[in-house]
């Protein structure tokens, strides 16, 4: 069976950078927001999507 694909996969593949909130959304740990993951997230995000 097929997963439904996420926003962020959706946007990605239709070209649109615009995904800063998708992304940092995926860092929950136990069904709870992680300060720490957050913080990863936008390093990530920082590393990866800005010039």
């Known amino acids: 069976k097929t997963l439904p694909k996420s926003t962020l996969i959706k946007k990605l593949e239709a070209g649109d950078r615009n995904i800063y ?10 069904g ?13 995000f920082a590393l990866l999507y800005i010039p």
Request: hydrophobic share 35%; charged share 45%.
């Open 32 to 44: 709870k927001r992680h300060a720490m993951l957050l913080k990863r997230r936008k390093a990530e």
């Open 21 to 30: 909130r998708e992304y940092i959304a995926f860092c929950n740990y136990k």
